[in-house]
């Protein structure tokens, strides 16, 4: 899945534009295009090995000449035809409201997923992580989410971290899962605003505000990513493509002895990602297989 900007709220009737991607690389390019239409994107794999189907929900009736030369241009970088696509009014309902009911509760190893609209507390001996649904990335309901917060269960056994780092944080639920593992401070970044701005929100939510700092940044290039490093814990929750790309940076920015956990990549992608990181010196410790998708566990040499 690629991350989405903020759900429309209110207002204009929403209208759906959809189109699809033969594979993932595609796809996100495709989703970067439709970016332009000011909505909340998805982009998602409608079975293992096949197409994928990108989705912008947009307030108001969208103009599409503006993105069709993207579109076109992107098609040809891929070799593709043009995507055909699909722009469909939706019925006037309360969108947020029928997207947060939809998402029960989640118990994912030590935490507890939910959202504002549940009013029970977290069970005993959870740790709880109030997110809406549909905000952003990153709600626990994707299995490349879970798959993360299981693999941050393991390690919080083996004791504390203490400089974390979540990279492309979405919403910033891993970033608040580690403040409130460890209670230590958490940098979240991500190139997208309107998910720092969500991440932000989310903090005061959970009342992390005091550990977790939420900034913008594209890839390791802020200042503020360089001044809290080395970084003992680093999450990057992204796609394979990415991934793989900044493997070297994040080799840099990871203390010795620390861990990496990564999410985003389909099992078939692991090799690729795997290998970057393993090129940049770190050491794979092991894996968390979730519904076709793989988060991965690396470490760096003391």
């Known amino acids: 899945m690629i991350p989405s900007a ?6 204009e009737p929403l209208w759906r534009v959809l189109l699809e991607a033969p594979d993932e690389f595609s796809a996100e390019s495709f989703a970067e295009v439709l970016e332009a239409l000011g909505g909340a994107i998805s982009a998602f794999e409608t079975e293992p090995q096949g197409p994928w189907k990108v989705e912008s929900f947009v307030q108001g009736k969208p103009d599409l000449s503006q993105v069709e030369g993207g579109l076109a241009l992107v098609a ?6 043009p995507p055909a696509v699909t722009l469909e009014q939706l019925p006037d309902v309360d969108w947020v409201r029928e997207n947060q009911e939809s998402f029960p509760p989640l118990r994912i190893g030590r935490y507890f997923v939910y959202g504002s609209h549940i009013a029970d507390a977290p069970p005993a001996g959870t740790i709880g992580l109030k997110i809406d649904a549909a905000s952003a990335f990153g709600t626990g309901e994707h299995a490349t989410t879970a798959g993360c917060l299981l693999a941050l269960s393991r390690i919080a056994k083996r004791g504390k971290r203490r400089h974390v780092l979540d990279m492309g944080s979405g919403t910033g639920i891993l970033a608040i899962a580690a403040a409130k593992t ?3 401070p ?9 998910s720092v701005r969500v991440a932000a929100e989310n903090m005061v939510a959970n009342g992390v505000q005091h550990l977790v700092t939420s900034r913008e940044s594209d890839g390791y290039q802020a200042e503020i990513v360089r001044k809290h490093g080395p970084y003992d814990l680093i999450f990057a929750n992204i796609l394979a493509r990415p991934l793989a790309k900044m493997a070297p940076d994040l080799a840099h920015h990871l203390a010795p002895g620390g861990i990496a956990i990564l ?10 990602v795997a290998s970057a990181h393993r090129n940049a010196g770190l050491t794979f410790t092991g894996r ?3 519904a076709g998708w793989h ?8």
């Open 295 to 302: 988060t991965l566990v690396f470490e760096k040499a003391r």
């Open 263 to 272: 999410s985003g990549l389909l099992a078939s992608q692991e090799t690729y």
């Open 182 to 184: 460890w209670g230590v």
């Open 6 to 11: 903020t759900w429309p709220k209110g207002g």
């Open 288 to 290: 968390v297989p979730r």
């Open 76 to 81: 040809l970088q891929f070799g593709l035809e």
């Open 186 to 194: 958490v940098l979240a970044c991500d190139i997208d605003r309107n």
